[in-house]
């Protein structure tokens, strides 16, 4: 992942790519862009987050690669974590 931007307690943007354990860009998957927001609420933190992929077939190999069940894990980690 690279982080664009960063504007500290409103907002992350990323890019997330596929690589080996040496940091080597696997250039067979998709990469995507996305953005995180954070807005505070009455009764605390809202936390949006939106990705956004090249074409919708690459956006089908990331969920039959089992994106929907990663993406839950790091919102239950975040959550966990905002709950701190």
Do not use: W
């Amino acid at each position: 992942m690279n982080y664009l931007a960063i504007d500290k307690y409103e907002s992350i943007e990323i890019e997330d790519a596929f690589c080996d354990g040496n940091g080597k860009l696997n250039n067979e998957l998709p990469v995507s862009k996305g953005q995180i927001t954070f807005t505070k609420t009455d009764n605390g933190t809202r936390v949006e987050f939106k990705m956004i992929y090249p074409t919708e077939t690459d956006l089908e190999k990331i969920v039959e690669m089992g994106f929907e069940q990663g993406i839950t894990i790091c919102h239950d980690q975040l959550e966990r974590l905002l709950k701190e």
